[in-house]
């Protein structure tokens, strides 16, 4: 009885919550990146839904801010790629900070991609968390826009610190959620300098020991790079205790050099296929 009261306890504090389990896992994350867009139009309900049904240990999302401070997913701070915006009201380039909820919640963000999925709406981050979060889901959270408070009093209202992990390219966004809420886990996703808009040399596109140490000093547990991650890399953040996740990786072969070579997690447009990549891989 007491044996089991120790264990109990020694894994309680071994990892807490959702956030901080996820990162626990023995093998690397297959995390579905904008749902499913292989099959589905990128960051709608039913990419997030084919994301779970295959078996995403998380389902990565984009959100921006409307004009009237509602969270709504989607990549681009602009909607002519991925609605029918221009089409309903002649204008390009329209921002969503610009419109209001009620406003994008008229746009098709289907139809673009397939008339099957005509009719599908760009959701909001509240709707696309009660579908990803729902049976154990774990959503990855990318903040495309919108300040630091908005999205701490938004989890924090709806209880889901820890339930979710967010991450960002904009790393001063990432310290000042970091000094507002501590527990909140955050991944660091780079090179930090696209975010920027600067023109990227060498030394920023690759992930160096140097790149690691800088994104820790966000606050961020863990980190996100593109696919210039290098052995002395993987090394050095593996002797720190510290994971990396690349992104986006689509095909089979990459997949498993990148398995081989020891990353912790893969962003894909393909959940499905990664799977596959682990259950081939050479011993
Ligand atoms: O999660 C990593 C990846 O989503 C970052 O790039 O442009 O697809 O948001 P992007
Ligand atoms: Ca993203």
């Not at 209202?157 to 966004?173: A, E, G, H, P, T």
């Not at 606050?219 to 996740?245: D, F, S, T």
């Amino acid at each position: 009885m007491l044996l089991i009261g120790v264990m109990s306890l020694t894994q309680a504090m071994a990892a807490t919550t959702p956030a901080e389990r996820v990162m626990e896992k023995d093998r690397p994350l297959v995390i579905a990146h904008r749902g499913y867009p292989a099959i589905a139009p990128e960051n709608t309900l039913p990419a997030f839904a084919l994301g779970k049904l295959m078996g995403a240990d998380m389902v990565e999302l984009d959100y921006h801010v409307t004009r009237d401070g509602v969270a709504v997913v989607i990549h681009d701070a602009t909607l002519d790629r991925t609605t029918d915006s221009v089409a309903q009201w002649g204008q390009e380039e329209v921002r969503l900070e610009d419109k209001s909820a009620l406003e994008v919640s008229h746009l098709d963000a289907g139809s673009w991609y397939d008339p099957r999925y005509a009719g599908t709406k760009l959701p909001t981050l509240e709707e696309a968390l009660n579908l990803i979060q729902a049976d154990g889901g774990m959503c990855l959270i990318e903040r495309k826009g919108g300040a630091p408070a908005h999205i701490v009093e938004f989890l924090k209202d709806r209880k889901l610190i820890n339930q979710v992990v967010l991450q960002s390219f904009d790393w001063d966004y990432l310290k000042e959620v970091h000094a507002l809420q501590p527990d909140q886990v955050l991944w660091a996703l780079g090179p930090q300098k696209y975010w920027e808009g600067e023109k990227l040399e060498k030394e920023d596109r690759e992930l160096s020991p140097e790149w690691i140490d800088r994104a820790l000093e966000t606050g961020a547990r863990l980190v996100v790079w593109n696919q210039q991650v290098n052995e002395e890399a993987l090394e050095y953040a593996h002797g720190k205790g510290i994971k990396i996740v690349v992104y986006t990786v689509n095909e089979l072969e990459p997949a498993q050099q990148f398995l081989e070579a020891g990353v912790d997690g893969l962003i894909t447009n393909n959940a499905g296929l990664i799977w596959k990549a682990m259950a081939t891989l050479k011993e």
